[in-house]
């Protein structure tokens, strides 16, 4: 220990300019304010810039720790003296600590005294923070090792520095091949690890390397630079590269995910066949996963575990007979467009080029024809009919400024109409009382139509319910109103309430509403028109949190759920005609918290999207004819075979 000490108090003698020069740029955030530089920044300036000395001083020391001593001689005279190898090491390593840190402390002692920190607490309680202090250690510690790892490359003059940077060449590749999709996959899903510790996981392992190789430089090397090149190369390299398989290995084992990994937070769309499914969700083996399943044999293809095709969350859209599907995704800086053919055993997917394709945005939705041949895409900037599969735009418009797509629905292979609602990036009219609707078409120029509503309504709260054809719109302004789908003219009031609850369109055309009456929940039903159909209603002894009402599940047979609460059924099927319920969903949910894909133009019946619900953490499929229950998704599924087309290319 007198040894290491020794070493470490004539490394501080020689750089001890350090430690004076750091306190006197910590005063620099402090001349700040007087030049109308907010407190709040001057305090970030002053993080930034101990942080900032503290790297700098770790290059000093970390590029003459070993390197420069075993070139002068130095290195030599200490092994002469004689001195362990360890103590060697141990004293450059804890003097150069003692620098960084130190020198990065009094860069810090300045400003921290007069400012007091903006969040509330003490300068000391952030500083002894576990999380931050670990990864601000970890992050010098890097700085240092990384400076002698370059240090002992540049003065060796070793062939074996041809071989560090063909090695630098591989790992930086494997890194973006296996660690990058691994990082997006923390920022998909429930978090499992702090955000901090992520960054301390990643940092910790180069850094691990880095002194690894340090001590074998050492305890090898000695005083021979070149063997102690070669010494910390193999070191440094073979962590890193075991590192790197662990994470490949890590990589392979999430992309292996079946339906059966997909946990509870799912959404999803089905074909109008009521076959293909369209699955996305979390997954147990860590981030999202996306698939497509074949709900008749469970035979699945996986889209993909990074967020590029899940990036809209809008589900895959279909034509009026299931042959074609269509999935939005973004590559760069556009969107892009994935088609597959769904007429065989095995789905078959092509990307489309589209013409002018717009910036990707969470606002943007999608919606095939009923023929599959023209794909409607609109977004926070404009609407865009485009011909499939070529990809051609025939027929375009721009959204007024302060605007969004809420709903869209196509009328026919060459029109379709989008409901806008207030734009959240306009704070001064963050509530409006009117809504727009917009009509595209290939023949005729765009149709802007505004109408009033009878409140004025937050954007996030301001979208319509368009029935099947977009003929009509349910509004949620002071009530629920029945509107007219081209005009917004008002129709009928079917619920006068601050309070409207849920509603939904059935395949005949009527109205299913739930409404909340003290801790029960009331069912009407109406006529297409509006008018009320007394034989429908009902008063379901059930507390109405978390109300949601459809879609139907058979003809005439609507879902009603529900929030999860002590002795209350989640779900339960709702005869309309009688008036009464047949059938209790013990923990059903609706899948994605009810944020299924509409109906396709032509498919007349929304009941091929009825057939999916959640129960517990397990996606059901359910036919309410036969009552035949089948699990596609979740912890109880029996996945199939893995279908794997060689032209799927989505991940």
């Known amino acids: 220990m007198s040894q290491t000490l020794a070493v470490a108090a004539r490394e501080l003698r020689e750089r001890w300019l350090l ?4 306190l006197g740029c910590g005063f620099f955030p402090l001349v700040l304010p007087a030049f109308g530089v907010p407190v ?21 020391a970390g590029g003459s720790m070993f390197a420069r001593d075993a070139v002068d001689g130095r290195l030599g005279f200490l092994f002469s003296r004689p ?59 890097l700085t240092i090792g990384l400076a002698n790892l370059s240090a002992t490359v540049f003065r060796s003059r070793s062939v074996w520095a041809a071989l560090d940077l063909g090695l630098l060449l591989l790992a930086t590749w494997l890194v973006w091949r296996w660690v990058a999709p691994l990082a997006s996959l923390v920022t998909i899903g429930p978090p499992t690890l702090p955000y901090r510790w992520r960054f301390l996981v990643v940092l910790g392992t180069p850094a691990l390397a880095v002194v690894a190789a340090s001590t074998l430089q050492v305890a090898i090397g000695r005083t021979d630079l070149r063997r102690g090149h070669r010494a910390m190369s193999l070191t440094f390299w073979s962590v890193i590269f075991v590192a790197l398989a662990a994470a490949g290995l890590r990589l392979a084992w999430v992309r292996a995910a079946t339906p059966a990994d997909v946990g509870r937070y799912a959404s999803g769309s089905l074909d109008p066949s009521g076959r293909w499914l ?37 589900g895959m859209a279909f034509d009026a007979a299931g042959r074609t599907g269509a999935l939005l995704g973004h590559e760069g800086e556009g969107i892009t467009l994935a088609l597959a053919d769904l007429t065989g055993d095995e789905p078959r997917f092509r990307t489309v080029p589209l013409e002018s394709s717009p910036p990707p945005d969470y606002g943007t939705r999608l919606a095939l024809s009923a023929s599959g041949a023209t794909a409607l895409v609109a977004h926070p900037s404009g609407v865009s009919l485009f011909a499939l599969p070529s990809g051609r735009r025939v027929a375009t ?33 963050r509530f409006r009382d009117e809504m727009r609707v917009l009509e595209v078409a290939v023949d005729r120029e765009p149709r802007l139509t505004a109408f009033p509503l009878a409140v004025a309504l937050d954007p996030q709260y301001a979208w319509p319910i368009p029935d099947a054809t977009g003929a009509r719109i349910l509004t949620r302004d002071g009530g629920l109103r029945l509107r007219d789908g081209a005009t917004g003219a008002l129709l009928a009031t079917l619920v006068e309430t601050a309070a409207p609850g849920a509603a939904a369109f059935v395949a005949d055309g009527r109205i299913v509403v739930g409404e909340a009456s003290g801790a029960q929940t009331l069912i009407h039903v109406f006529a297409p028109d509006g008018t009320p159909l007394g034989e429908g209603s009902a008063s379901l002894d059930r507390v109405p949190m978390g109300l949601s009402v459809g879609p139907e599940m058979a003809p005439g047979q609507v879902a009603v759920f529900f929030a999860p609460l002590p002795f209350q059924a989640d779900a339960l099927i709702f005869d309309i005609d009688e008036g009464r319920v047949v059938e209790t969903l013990s923990e059903g949910r609706p899948l994605g918290g009810g944020r299924l894909r509409p109906p396709t133009p032509g498919t007349g019946t929304m009941r091929p999207w009825a057939r999916l619900f959640m129960e517990g953490d397990d996606v059901v499929r359910l036919d309410v004819a036969t009552g035949e229950r089948r699990v596609v998704a979740g912890p109880d599924a029996r996945p199939g075979g893995r279908i794997r087309p060689a032209d799927v290319g989505l991940d």
């Open 83 to 141: 001195a362990a190898w360890p103590a060697i090491w141990g004293g450059k390593w804890l003097a150069a600590i003692v620098l960084v840190t130190g020198s990065a402390a009094l860069t810090a002692l300045p400003w921290m005294l007069v400012f007091p920190p903006t969040s509330g607490g003490s300068w000391g309680e952030a500083l002894l923070d576990p999380q931050g202090a670990s990864f601000v250690f970890v992050l010098l510690l």
């Open 19 to 22: 430690f004076p020069g750091g």
């Open 278 to 314: 369209y699955l996305s969700g979390f997954s147990r083996r860590g981030g999202g996963a996306t698939f497509l399943v074949d709900t008749e044999s469970n035979h699945y293809l996986p889209l993909g575990t990074a967020p590029h095709w899940t990036f809209f969350n809008e």
């Open 397 to 429: 418009a721009t959204l007024p400024p302060g605007w969004r797509p809420t709903a869209v629905r196509m009328l026919d292979e060459s029109a379709a109409r989008v409901w806008l609602g207030a734009g959240f990036d306009a704070p001064t009219a």
């Open 40 to 60: 709040d920044l001057a305090t970030v300036v002053g993080a930034l810039g101990a942080l900032l000395l503290g790297m700098s001083a770790g290059l000093i």
